[in-house]
């Protein structure tokens, strides 16, 4: 029997604002436990709530930037539940008029193993704007709770069902963030919290209509265990249908430790949340000069910006894809043209030296050592010949771990490109005597012969002669 993935994502982010969404505390992060709190965002009797504007005009660019329908009349209401980290014992949220209807998004950027994720478009079912709620910490003996967090902006945004593997699901959520970062709506932080995951995952025989019970995947902190917990899933629930089990809603966590999911509450009946209408807050109406200005602000998406690129700068869909999946690496790409790079071979240099120096030690290409204007004046030495490729390499390699320039460095180690045509002559000569063996192979015709030659005068001169002259120089000599 063959099975196939139904996944959907439940996607919470903080919204960036100075103020909490209901009261005028701080939304800050890392602050000392309980000290950005007032009777509105603790739910003192009596108080009364006032909207964050800005977190309202953010939730609708966010569901421009989604392609979603923009509600015109939109309300909060109160979900009610009792758990410590809620202090009013009720949520405000928005239950049946969200502010974005139903949109999509279409998945742009790599895969977990580094391929370009094949065409894809996930539609999204709402976009919803509600307050956080505060943190409990466990300790051997007793619990804490920190309110800071309690009342801040989060929107919380809903996908159909669209997935169907680890790697649309991990690509999803990429470029949910950058959507999120290039509109400047969340820095989308998973480590602060400020975006966080739920998975709802259920498998079934290839081509069946019905759903079997899912599960859902709760506390996944990274995109990466988003993927693992996944797959793991995948692999649970296709054992037990092989074995004639019986799938079992469930909500699962993650071991990141142990590589697997354990069960966290078996098969929850729906709460009674009691919804109803927030009594203290107006509804919201959104007006069409309102909505014009908010689309007036609209950054240019991801795919608009890839679409842009390949047709501006000539680049293949590829290179496209990876510069656009991040902003910052999309701006820096754009500081190195304007500063007068090739855009190909800036490319090359930024999807493969430049990326895989930054994660390597971890660093952003916001903090990336070596700035766009000295990545191009390597280039230009490489374009004029002073040194060649290879010693390039090599001198990006210390530029990126001393901060220096291409040129000090080029002087300091003397590393200039050998182009004066008798010294490469003299180097040739010497390959030549030394190595009888092989120049003989090279004129009973074999091809590879040549190479070794070739990389004998390269390490002679201690890779800093021309390849080019190098090349042609030994054809001249040998024939
Ligand atoms: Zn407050």
Not at 305 to 327: I, W
Request: charged residues 25%.
């Amino acid at each position: 029997m063959t099975y196939e993935t139904v996944i959907g994502l439940e996607v919470h982010i903080q919204i960036d604002t100075r103020t909490k969404m209901f009261c005028g505390c701080s939304n800050c992060f890392g602050a000392d436990a309980n000290t950005s709190i007032c009777p509105i965002c603790m739910g003192y009797p009596g108080v009364l709530p006032v909207p964050n504007y800005l977190a309202i005009r953010r939730t609708i660019l966010a569901g421009l930037m989604c392609n979603c329908e923009i509600a015109r009349f939109s309300k909060f209401d109160r979900k009610s539940y009792f758990y410590p980290d809620m202090p009013k014992n009720y949520q405000i949220t928005q239950f049946d008029l969200p502010l974005c209807g139903s949109g999509h998004l279409d998945l742009s950027g790599k895969t977990l193993s580094g391929d370009l994720i094949p065409e894809k478009t996930v539609k999204i079912t709402r976009i919803h704007l509600e307050e956080d709620v505060g943190k409990s910490t466990h300790f051997a003996t007793c619990s804490g709770i920190d309110y800071n967090r309690a009342g801040v902006p989060l929107m919380e945004i809903v996908s159909e069902p669209d997935m169907k593997t680890p790697d649309e699901a991990y690509v999803y959520l990429r470029t949910l963030r950058a959507v999120m970062k290039y509109a400047g709506i969340s820095d989308c932080d998973m480590e602060k919290g400020q975006m966080r995951c739920d998975v709802n995952i259920s498998v079934r025989p290839t081509g069946a209509s019905y759903l079997n019970p899912k599960t859902e995947l709760k506390n996944l902190n990274s995109f990466k265990m988003v993927h693992h917990a996944i797959e793991y899933e995948i692999e649970r629930q296709s054992d037990v249908l092989n074995n004639n089990g019986e799938l079992v809603q469930q909500t699962r966590g993650w071991n990141d430790d142990a590589g697997e999911t354990y069960v966290l509450r078996e098969k929850e009946n729906a709460h009674d949340y009691r919804y109803f209408p927030e009594p203290d807050l107006m509804p919201i109406r959104i007006s069409d000069a309102e909505l014009a200005a908010i689309k007036e602000e609209m950054p240019e998406t991801p795919t608009d910006k890839k679409v842009r690129f390949v047709e501006q700068y000539h680049l293949p869909d590829y290179d496209a894809g990876v510069l656009t999946s991040d902003m910052d690496i999309a701006a820096y790409f754009e500081i190195c043209v304007d500063s007068g790079g090739s855009p190909k071979k800036v490319s090359n240099w930024i999807m493969s030296e430049l990326l895989r120096e930054l994660s390597r030690v971890d660093v952003p290409i916001t903090a990336c050592p070596v700035p766009p204007q000295n990545l191009v004046a390597l280039l230009t030495l490489v374009e004029n010949k002073t040194i060649n490729g290879k010693i390039a390499k090599s001198v990006f390699d210390e530029m990126f771990s001393s901060g220096k320039t291409a040129d000090a460095i080029v002087v300091e180690q003397g590393l200039r490109q050998v182009t004066d045509t008798s010294e490469i002559i003299g180097l040739v000569r010497l390959v030549i005597a030394e190595n009888p063996a092989v120049v003989a192979q090279y004129r009973e015709g074999k091809g590879t012969a040549l190479n070794f030659l070739v990389g004998q005068v390269m390490k002679l001169s201690r890779g800093k002669a021309n390849p080019q002259l190098a090349v042609s120089s030994l054809k001249t000599e040998l024939d």
